[in-house]
């Protein structure tokens, strides 16, 4: 009898973690948890919800997720809880086989996206993406309608700003350093000279002398453009580079001290309109072997060891001395 008492609490107590649990994790969230709306989500139409549907009904959520998470950079701003108020249920997948899709919304045009779904190597080569050409026009119409609505209301704080994980970094660090201050330019212009100006030019120009042997020539830090740069965005290049260049991640050699100087200094630059410059033009261009070699002899002036013949041909402004 004793035994059999001991089995009966031993399950009644398994049965109650159980039920804990079960209550924790899905009753008490749905329960409690009512986020409002984001700004500017609405219902969905007919035809989107349709084609959600169509979504759901082909699997879309096994292979693309539907949250832009923290570490993602490249995929525009933060998924809300907000965003998802009218979605029931939810089709935010976990799988990324295929792209985050949660910014699609008004990325590509419709053509794009019906010529993708009939057959999508045509229009991104060596994707695995099956073809959905059985979809009838009506069903493929419904479909490019829902995909269109994921992320149109989310939009950037800024023009221009960088990710939300560098954004919450530099709000931490800002205070270290007064990138407003003279004194915090004046050590950036010192560090600039050290690391950047063999490439962006003393002048912050992106006539450097290393930037004749690239493919992808380094900013002209003096451009108008950079003007639209906050301190965090500037913050956010010089750290991180920039992707498809050969400008360095900083941040793994300089502490954030020595990179908000940085940003004090580039921020001092100034910044010349966008049309051509005569003199930049004519002194500095690097498609003008003249203005190599006086670029080249400024930059010799202030680092009298590269002097000879093959330091002229390392820098791309000539060939050695042995004529190979």
């Given amino acids: 009898m004793n035994d059999k008492l001991t089995y009966i609490i031993g399950g009644c107590f398994v049965a109650l973690i159980f039920l804990t649990i079960i209550f924790i994790t899905t009753i008490l969230p749905s329960a409690t948890f009512q986020p409002k709306s984001s700004e500017g989500v609405q219902p969905y139409t007919a035809q989107e919800w349709r084609g959600r549907n169509i979504y759901r009904q082909e699997g879309c959520f096994y292979c693309h997720s539907q949250f832009n998470r923290y570490q993602d950079w490249e995929g525009g701003e933060l998924s809300q809880a907000g965003d ?21 919304g ?32 009506e069903d493929m119409t419904d479909l490019v309608a829902y995909l269109q609505t994921l992320g149109r209301n989310r939009k ?31 050590a950036g212009r010192g560090i600039f000279m050290q690391n950047c100006a063999q ?19 380094p900013a002209n830090l003096t451009r108008n453009y950079f003007k639209a740069y906050s301190d965090d965005m500037l913050y956010y290049r010089i750290a ?39 003199e930049v033009t004519e002194l500095n261009a690097l498609d003008k072997p003249e203005a190599l070699s006086a670029n080249f002899n400024q930059i010799q002036s202030l680092n009298p060891n590269h002097h000879d013949e093959d330091a002229r041909y390392l820098y791309g402004y000539g060939r050695p001395s042995g004529g190979h």
């Fill in 84 to 104: 998802y108020t009218f979605d029931t249920p939810h089709t935010l997948g976990t799988e990324r086989t295929g792209p985050d899709l949660s910014n699609i």
């Fill in 106 to 137: 008004g990325k590509y045009a419709d053509a794009w996206h019906v010529a993708h779904h009939r057959d999508p190597r045509k229009v991104k080569p060596g994707s695995i993406m099956p073809s959905f050409n059985h979809l009838s026009d």
């Fill in 156 to 186: 950037l704080p800024r023009w221009i700003a960088p990710p939300q994980e560098i954004r919450d970094h530099y709000a931490l660090i800002a205070e270290k350093v007064d990138v407003n201050s003279s004194a915090a330019a004046n």
């Fill in 199 to 217: 490439c962006h030019g003393v002048n912050a120009q992106g006539n450097g002398p290393v930037s004749a042997t690239m493919q992808s020539k």
């Fill in 240 to 278: 991180h580079g920039v992707p498809g260049s050969r400008m360095p991640r900083w941040a793994k050699s300089l502490s954030d001290e020595s990179l908000l100087y940085l940003t004090a200094y580039v921020k001092t630059l100034p910044k010349a309109a966008d049309a051509p410059n005569p």
